[in-house]
């Protein structure tokens, strides 16, 4: 048996937090957009973390399968990447004139990244996804965007839906919705828009939450490059959220086609802050004269933290290794299910899995499952895709296994 | 920005479809139409149509103006709104010699609605008067929030990102209710619903009272487990979309 988890310290510090901070904890990391479904079966602050755990305020300890929503890679606290970073900070950070670590890393992507012929560097993914429709904009001089319904690109006004807080009309006015995997829409869209649609964005397969995640059919990618190309619309490949963890060379090198722009952010620099703009020659003058920047987009110390952390998931093949760590868990929690008679899908690709129980549409079940995961020390999430790490070890992922299997049962004997 | 004609739809099913629980909740109203058999018919051009139904002590609403008493027509659903706003006068097709129900007990049921429905803050000092006042806030919102998912533009769009189910919506053990999302058409059911798809429950009447009013926010209330949700989850997501909008129309 497994120790169940309490959080008094979670729940006192959340207090004082949500008297000064609007939610408490907002965004992705908060329990409301986390589904911390109950809230109480989850941790709510960290105290520490180091390789593939984080400890909670209570002292709690967790294999982390959210890997901070993607930026730990490596394992937190890298010490390849924590040496480089630590060594820039030394000699400067936040400079007047940038360091030339910013070119370096510029000229390493450039190197690594399949469709990249010059990289741009920001902070978050969201600023590189707007700063690629903005590209897209500028070069074809069009308004209208295609998206992949399920889609995640960021929180500025035109990733949103017209229905969320503060959006109008004209924020969403020019995007077009078509399903993923459908390239008929997709050429529906460019028959009734004609000359008029700027760029397609897209992650490299279908990451929604909520639901089992989705991989490019047959030709998919082929058949949208070659509309793209024929048409004049730039494609944008989303590759927050999948980067380095599927191709070290980009998710577009993965499913055999290039990209005109790749974004880039989460696995990058290990958790260091930093996000990249690659893209084709085609495009650079016209971000060049683009006005685009930020305080910190220019700091060197995540430019070398990043460098490090590329420089080594590229000596240690990194996305071969995560599929390995991806296959074997994978296989481990769907007998443990089985054991207990459920039927656990595991989708998407295996170094960013989903997991849903079938057995109920309504995801109660799931739900409850994932709270005795979370309650005995795997932090796992009940709504999105989920992250690998190179330090998580096998016997992680023996541990991971009998925890999922505990919680089956609890599951089982509680349905009776 | 309110549509008018999605407004008629509240006005008609949400808010005129309100007296119905409140001859339920409030003794007063009882008495009201204690001994009446009478339907008044709401026939609104390019808008809604119903007919609010007293008979043997109960009241109901349903759909179409066809089967009643009282015709009441409007020229616009502008001309719907005004009268619910109490700024047009409506003047009957049908059932003159039943005017005096339409001119003194109705008038009197809806000036009652308006008390529980816009309390004045002390009012709500009352336990009784407090419960029946938000009860019939949650029926109106509930109501609300499905005939924004059906007619009012932005409203459909969310309805759109919501699977077919069940929602139940609840406060505490006090107060059930169901939105049901079939093809992205909603429909409200003002009872507890037999299965549930998704859920959101209010802890407690108070804080229902609080979210109603927009005192506190709900995605603040889920961290501190006042406000609980789960099953398909995106479901009662977009409903609190939409729940944002009902402020707009009901303001």
């Given at each position: 048996?497994?120790?169940?988890?309490?959080y008094?310290?979670?729940?006192?510090?959340?207090a004082?937090a949500?008297?000064?901070i609007?939610?408490?904890?907002?965004?992705?990391q908060?329990p409301?957009?986390?589904?911390?479904?109950?809230?109480?079966?989850?941790?709510?602050?960290?105290?520490r973390?180091?390789?593939?755990?984080?400890?909670?305020?209570?002292?709690?300890?967790?294999?982390d399968?959210?890997?901070a929503?993607g930026?730990?890679v490596?394992?937190?606290?890298?010490?390849?990447?924590?040496?480089?970073?630590?060594?820039?900070?030394?000699?400067?950070?936040?400079?007047?004139?940038?360091?030339?670590?910013?070119?370096?890393f510029?000229?390493l992507?450039?190197d690594t990244v399949a469709?990249?012929?010059?990289?741009?560097?920001?902070?978050?993914g969201n600023?590189?996804?707007?700063?690629?429709?903005?590209?897209?904009?500028?070069?074809t001089?069009?308004?209208?965007?295609?998206?992949?319904k399920?889609?995640?690109?960021?929180v500025?006004p035109?990733?949103?839906?017209?229905?969320?807080p503060?959006?109008?009309?004209e924020?969403?006015?020019?995007?077009?919705?078509i399903?993923w995997?459908?390239?008929?829409?997709?050429e529906q869209?460019i028959?009734?828009?004609p000359?008029?649609?700027?760029a397609?964005?897209?992650?490299?397969?279908?990451?929604?939450?909520?639901?089992?995640?989705?991989?490019?059919?047959?030709?998919?990618w082929?058949?949208?490059?070659?509309?793209c190309?024929?048409?004049?619309i730039?494609?944008v490949?989303?590759?927050?959220?999948?980067?380095?963890?599927l191709?070290?060379a980009?998710?577009?090198?993965?499913?055999?086609f290039?990209?005109?722009?790749?974004?880039?952010?989460k696995?990058?620099a290990n958790?260091?802050n930093?996000s990249?703009l690659?893209?084709?020659?085609?495009?650079k003058s016209?971000?060049s004269?683009?006005?685009y920047?930020?305080?910190?987009?220019?700091?060197?110390?995540p430019?070398?933290?990043g460098?490090?952390c590329i420089?080594k998931m590229?000596?240690?093949?990194?996305p071969r290794?995560?599929?390995?760590k991806?296959?074997?868990?994978k296989?481990g929690?769907?007998?443990?299910?089985?054991?207990?008679?459920f039927?656990l899908?595991?989708s998407?690709?295996?170094?960013?899995?989903?997991?849903?129980?079938?057995?109920?549409?309504?995801l109660?079940?799931?739900?409850?499952?994932?709270?005795?995961?979370v309650?005995?020390?795997v932090?796992?999430t009940n709504?999105?895709?989920?992250?690998?790490?190179?330090?998580l070890?096998?016997?992680?992922?023996a541990e991971?296994?009998?925890?999922a299997?505990?919680?089956?049962a609890?599951?089982?004997?509680?349905?009776? | 920005?309110?549509?008018?004609?999605?407004?008629a739809?509240?006005?008609?099913?949400?808010?005129?479809?309100?007296?119905?629980r409140?001859?339920?909740l409030?003794?007063?109203a009882?008495?009201?139409i204690a001994?009446?058999?009478?339907?008044?018919?709401?026939?609104?051009?390019n808008?809604?149509?119903?007919?609010?139904?007293?008979?043997?002590?109960?009241?109901?609403i349903?759909?179409?103006?066809?089967?009643?008493t009282?015709r009441?027509?409007?020229?616009?659903?502008?001309r719907?709104?005004?009268?619910?706003?109490?700024?047009?006068?409506?003047?009957?097709?049908?059932?003159?010699t039943k005017?005096?129900?339409?001119?003194?007990?109705?008038?009197k049921?809806?000036?009652i609605?308006?008390?529980?429905?816009?309390?004045?803050?002390?009012?709500?000092?009352?336990?009784?008067?407090f419960?029946?006042?938000?009860?019939?806030?949650?029926?109106?919102?509930?109501?609300a929030?499905?005939?924004?998912?059906?007619?009012?533009?932005?409203?459909?769009?969310?309805?759109?990102?919501?699977d077919d189910?069940?929602?139940?919506?609840s406060?505490g053990?006090?107060v059930?209710?169901?939105?049901k999302?079939?093809n992205?058409?909603l429909?409200?059911?003002?009872?507890?619903p037999?299965?549930?798809?998704?859920?959101m429950?209010?802890?407690?009447m108070?804080?229902?009272r609080?979210?109603?009013?927009?005192?506190v926010?709900a995605v603040?209330?889920?961290?501190?487990?006042?406000?609980?949700?789960?099953?398909?989850v995106?479901?009662?997501?977009?409903i609190?979309r939409?729940l944002?909008?009902?402020?707009?129309?009901?303001?």
């Amino acid at each position: 048996m497994h120790k169940i988890y309490e959080y008094p310290k979670s729940r006192e510090y959340f207090a004082r937090a949500a008297a000064v901070i609007p939610s408490g904890i907002y965004g992705h990391q908060g329990p409301a957009e986390g589904c911390y479904i109950p809230v109480e079966a989850f941790p709510l602050f960290s105290e520490r973390a180091e390789g593939t755990y984080f400890w909670d305020v209570d002292g709690n300890r967790f294999i982390d399968y959210m890997c901070a929503y993607g930026p730990n890679v490596l394992g937190y606290n890298d010490p390849d990447v924590d040496a480089a970073a630590a060594a820039q900070r030394k000699k400067g950070d936040c400079v007047t004139a940038p360091s030339t670590k910013m070119i370096e890393f510029a000229e390493l992507l450039v190197d690594t990244v399949a469709s990249a012929d010059w990289a741009f560097f920001a902070k978050n993914g969201n600023d590189v996804t707007t700063l690629s429709i903005m590209a897209a904009r500028a070069y074809t001089r069009r308004k209208k965007i295609v998206f992949f319904k399920g889609y995640y690109h960021g929180v500025s006004p035109w990733t949103q839906k017209i229905d969320y807080p503060g959006i109008i009309e004209e924020d969403v006015a020019n995007n077009i919705y078509i399903p993923w995997n459908d390239v008929s829409a997709f050429e529906q869209a460019i028959a009734e828009n004609p000359g008029q649609i700027a760029a397609v964005i897209s992650q490299p397969y279908m990451h929604g939450n909520f639901k089992d995640n989705e991989l490019p059919a047959e030709s998919f990618w082929k058949k949208i490059r070659k509309l793209c190309t024929d048409n004049g619309i730039v494609l944008v490949i989303d590759d927050v959220r999948a980067g380095f963890r599927l191709d070290l060379a980009g998710s577009d090198h993965y499913y055999g086609f290039e990209a005109d722009l790749i974004c880039f952010c989460k696995a990058i620099a290990n958790g260091y802050n930093v996000s990249a703009l690659c893209g084709k020659d085609f495009l650079k003058s016209t971000v060049s004269g683009m006005t685009y920047t930020g305080s910190y987009w220019l700091s060197a110390v995540p430019f070398a933290a990043g460098i490090a952390c590329i420089t080594k998931m590229r000596e240690l093949d990194l996305p071969r290794l995560l599929l390995e760590k991806g296959l074997k868990l994978k296989e481990g929690l769907i007998a443990a299910g089985k054991k207990h008679g459920f039927d656990l899908h595991v989708s998407g690709e295996p170094a960013l899995f989903y997991l849903r129980i079938a057995d109920d549409d309504t995801l109660m079940l799931h739900q409850e499952w994932i709270a005795e995961c979370v309650k005995r020390g795997v932090f796992f999430t009940n709504h999105h895709n989920h992250f690998l790490n190179y330090a998580l070890s096998d016997g992680d992922i023996a541990e991971t296994v009998s925890i999922a299997d505990e919680a089956f049962a609890v599951v089982a004997n509680r349905r009776g | 920005m309110i549509d008018n004609r999605a407004k008629a739809f509240i006005n008609m099913f949400a808010v005129l479809g309100t007296v119905t629980r409140l001859c339920e909740l409030d003794k007063e109203a009882q008495a009201l139409i204690a001994d009446s058999n009478i339907s008044i018919g709401f026939a609104v051009k390019n808008g809604p149509s119903g007919t609010l139904r007293f008979n043997n002590g109960k009241a109901s609403i349903e759909r179409g103006a066809s089967d009643c008493t009282i015709r009441l027509p409007f020229g616009s659903c502008e001309r719907f709104n005004g009268m619910v706003d109490g700024t047009v006068t409506p003047f009957p097709s049908k059932g003159f010699t039943k005017i005096g129900f339409l001119m003194k007990r109705f008038t009197k049921l809806t000036d009652i609605l308006t008390k529980y429905l816009r309390p004045e803050p002390e009012a709500l000092d009352d336990e009784d008067f407090f419960r029946i006042s938000t009860t019939l806030m949650f029926h109106v919102i509930i109501e609300a929030i499905a005939q924004i998912g059906n007619e009012d533009a932005v409203g459909r769009q969310s309805a759109s990102y919501i699977d077919d189910g069940i929602a139940k919506l609840s406060i505490g053990s006090d107060v059930s209710a169901g939105l049901k999302a079939e093809n992205h058409r909603l429909t409200a059911i003002h009872e507890e619903p037999d299965s549930f798809t998704s859920y959101m429950t209010f802890a407690d009447m108070k804080l229902a009272r609080q979210l109603f009013d927009g005192k506190v926010n709900a995605v603040a209330c889920v961290g501190t487990g006042l406000l609980r949700i789960g099953g398909l989850v995106p479901q009662v997501d977009n409903i609190s979309r939409i729940l944002d909008r009902v402020a707009l129309y009901l303001a």
